[in-house]
T-cell receptor, first 114, second 113 residues
């Protein structure tokens, strides 16, 4: 158990809908990262937050947004869902935002868009 | 369990043999590299890391080698065990003000008993 929690574990929804994925980092960690893992693209970095502020951005679509709240939990919002958004979404956390940090990953949320 | 990819390179080794998993990274400005292990149904788990000012680092049964000249990383697992069966990812951190982590495609390791 990494100490990172994600809810829900599974989510099934329809095209065009909007969903929110939630992540709670390890106790004491200030930085949260979101990743998408699909069958044909491996692990793709989406976005990083540190202490409530966006710190780095990867291949995140405009239909997706995220935020980190004062209690340090983070939410990833996915809107106007398409079939191709079906994937595993992982959250990871580190204590700081710096480079020399092992990332601790949560168990993931499996999103299925029908 | 969860499938992490149907088209991953696959390495099959006999239990007790050594395994070598290779990775080519993309950005010559990357200065921190990590290997992760992902078992079916779980998130990636840190194995070992290395900074760019090193060319070798050893862990308990694992060794990472870094060749910056050709932008190549390898992970060596000694005396491979069935519990080592998983998908292995290399990752590089690029400083963009924050740290953007880029993962390689992954290699699936099968350990035959």
């Amino acid at each position: 158990d990494s100490g990172v929690t994600q809810t829900p574990k599974h989510l099934i929804t329809a095209t065009g809908q909007r969903v929110t994925l939630r992540c709670s980092p390890r106790s004491g960690d200030l930085s949260v990262y979101w990743y998408q893992q699909s069958l044909d693209q491996g692990l793709q970095f989406l976005i990083q937050y540190y202490n409530g502020e966006e710190r780095a951005k990867g291949n995140i679509l405009e239909r997706f947004s995220a935020q980190q709240f004062p209690d340090l939990h983070s939410e990833l919002n996915l809107s106007s869902l398409e079939l191709g958004d079906s994937a595993l979404y992982f959250c990871a956390s580190t204590r700081l935002a710096g480079e020399n940090n092992e990332q601790f990953f949560g168990p993931g949320t499996r999103l299925t868009v029908l | 369990g969860e499938s992490v990819g149907l088209h991953l390179p696959t390495l099959s080794v006999q239990e007790g043999d050594n395994s070598i998993i290779n990775c080519a990274y993309s950005n010559s400005a990357s200065d921190y590299f990590i290997w992760y292990k992902q078992e079916s149904g779980k998130g990636p788990q840190f194995i070992i890391d290395i900074r760019s000012n090193m060319d070798k680092r050893q862990g308990q049964r694992v060794t990472v080698l870094l060749n910056k000249t050709v932008k190549h990383l390898s992970l060596q697992i000694a005396a491979t065990q069935p519990g080592d069966s998983a998908v292995y990812f290399c990752a590089e951190n690029i400083n963009t003000g924050g740290f953007k982590t880029i993962f390689g495609a992954g290699t699936r390791l099968f350990v035959k008993a």
